[in-house]
């Protein structure tokens, strides 16, 4: 099973302080809207999210399909199947995709520490 690229994805008080923040650790944004309280920033292949009131928690983030420039990979699992294999397995999903559909997609499960994982596939 491939999960695609990493990132942590945290709730942040204020993007602002927290994109100033980051960027004095040698991050450079790399996406987002800050007018929409969400970057992404990168230093190296180090990617962090930074996400003004849209979730409680900090989250791991996998996209399946990119590569750490955010590029569209030549292979790569599936959301859909890597649903499938992870339901096999006896994991309780928080949040599904339609199997019946292609293209982006996410999944939402909790590990059992209590921390979120999103898998968001765009590709």
């Known amino acids: 099973m491939k999960l695609g690229v990493f ?7 204020d993007i602002h302080a927290s994109k100033a923040f980051y960027e004095k650790l040698g991050f450079t944004t790399f996406g987002g809207n800050i007018d929409q ?11 962090i999210g930074l996400f ?13 399909g990119w590569d750490v420039n955010a590029s569209k990979l030549e292979s790569f699992t599936d959301i859909r199947e890597i649903q499938k294999e ?18 982006p997609a996410s999944i939402v499960l909790t590990d059992p520490d209590g921390n979120p994982i999103l ?5």
């Not at 990132?7 to 942040?12: D, I």
């Not at 309280?37 to 990617?47: A, E, H, S, Y």
């Not at 992870?86 to 293209?103: F, R």
């Not at 898998?119 to 590709?123: E, K, R, T, Y």
């Open 37 to 47: 309280k969400w970057l992404i920033l990168k230093n190296d292949q180090c990617i």
């Open 7 to 13: 990132s942590l994805s945290l709730s942040v008080k």
């Open 52 to 64: 003004q009131g849209m979730f409680e928690k900090n989250m791991l983030t996998f996209n399946p």
């Open 86 to 103: 992870l339901k096999a397995q006896g994991i309780v999903l928080d949040s599904e995709s339609d199997e019946n559909t292609s293209g």
């Open 119 to 123: 898998l968001d596939q765009h590709v």
